[in-house]
């Protein structure tokens, strides 16, 4: 095979991470050539065995320094960015890897004439007063200034085996005496499942998607933060108590384990301040066809998947029956 018939060479960045993986997996069978942009190179070798014998491969990039970003396009006929942080730490702040990096990626791509899909979030807005929605409304801002044919996704919550949702109250039922409705329980998620939003990216690299618009991808339910615990709690077979606390008392909480460096807090104020608007694809998006259903896709059910990966919460594991909940 001469190098004019390789197949296309896809960067991808953050391809190690939750939703990254997936992407990777997508774009390997449809055999793109890979090219996976990590901090930790060391640490995402797991991905090779998804594609054929040097079919991915993975470079050290970091989205706080340009140099790095400019390697890992170089030959890309297109370029995926999945990078994402819920919570800032150290020099990865906000406005570090969500509106400095994905400006710099999309100027990168446009260095080498590549195409560019963008993963941001729903919510992401340039004056939401959540500092994550708008460092992503900034980036999307820019990414469009610099790419105006790049495509843009923004999920809601996304569940999979490795989310950092139902895996973290169904992990924290195993202890605690009762599970918290922050605010109330009232702010509502449209889940969208992770290899849903991989296959809409992947489209995005085939070029099905247009160009220059926002996505919103979002699942067939909506529903109440109350209403996913309540799931997350039939599917492993266990009986807690859901209390109400104000959005006050988790902001206080999250102020002081701000304060104390050594322990990862269990949510940030910024994270509530995110839980205070609902996380749903927009009736703008729905009539305009950009949502999952509108490029083709039959969004996945919560309780089709949930189950095969919160199995392990239950009480026995896998050999809870349906009885009595602990």
């Known amino acids: 095979m001469t190098l ?115 993963v941001s979030a729903l919510g992401a807005n340039v004056n939401s007063p959540s500092v994550y929605a708008r460092t992503k409304g900034r980036a999307e801002a820019a990414i469009l200034s610099i790419k105006p044919d790049a495509v843009i996704l923004r999920p809601s919550i996304v569940f999979g085996p490795e989310d950092n949702f139902f895996n973290k109250f169904a992990e924290m039922s195993r202890s605690a005496p009762f599970l918290p409705l922050i605010g109330g329980g009232k702010t509502k998620f449209q889940p969208v499942y992770v290899e849903d939003v991989a296959e809409a990216i992947a489209r995005g690299v085939d070029g099905k998607l247009k160009a220059g618009t926002i996505y919103e991808l979002g699942g067939p339910e909506v529903l109440s933060f109350r209403e996913c615990l309540e799931t997350t709690l039939a599917v492993i077979n266990r009986k807690k108590p859901l209390v109400s606390l104000p959005f006050s008392f988790f902001s206080t909480i999250a102020s002081i384990t701000s304060l104390l460096p050594l322990i990862a807090p269990p949510i940030t104020a910024d994270q509530v301040t995110l839980l205070k608007s609902d996380n749903v694809v927009s009736k703008e998006a729905e009539a305009e066809g950009r949502t999952l259903k509108g490029i083709g896709l039959l969004p996945t059910l919560l309780a089709s998947v949930l189950p095969s990966y919160l199995v392990r919460y239950r009480p026995q594991g896998q050999f809870t029956g349906s009885g009595k909940a602990a």
């Open 4 to 118: 004019s018939n390789l197949p296309p060479l896809v960067t991808v960045f953050g391809g190690s991470g939750f939703i990254g993986r997936h992407v990777v997996r997508a774009l390997a069978k449809r055999g793109y050539r890979i090219r996976v942009a990590v901090r930790r190179p060391d640490l995402a070798g797991y991905l090779q065995p998804q594609g054929n014998l040097g079919q991915i491969s993975i470079v050290q990039a970091n989205l706080r320094y340009r140099n790095s970003i400019d390697r890992a396009v170089e030959g890309a006929q297109h370029v995926v960015n999945c990078v994402g942080i819920l919570a800032e730490s150290g020099r990865n702040t906000f406005d570090a890897v969500q509106e400095f990096g994905a400006k710099a990626v999309a100027e990168a791509a446009r260095g080498v004439g590549a195409s560019l899909t963008h």
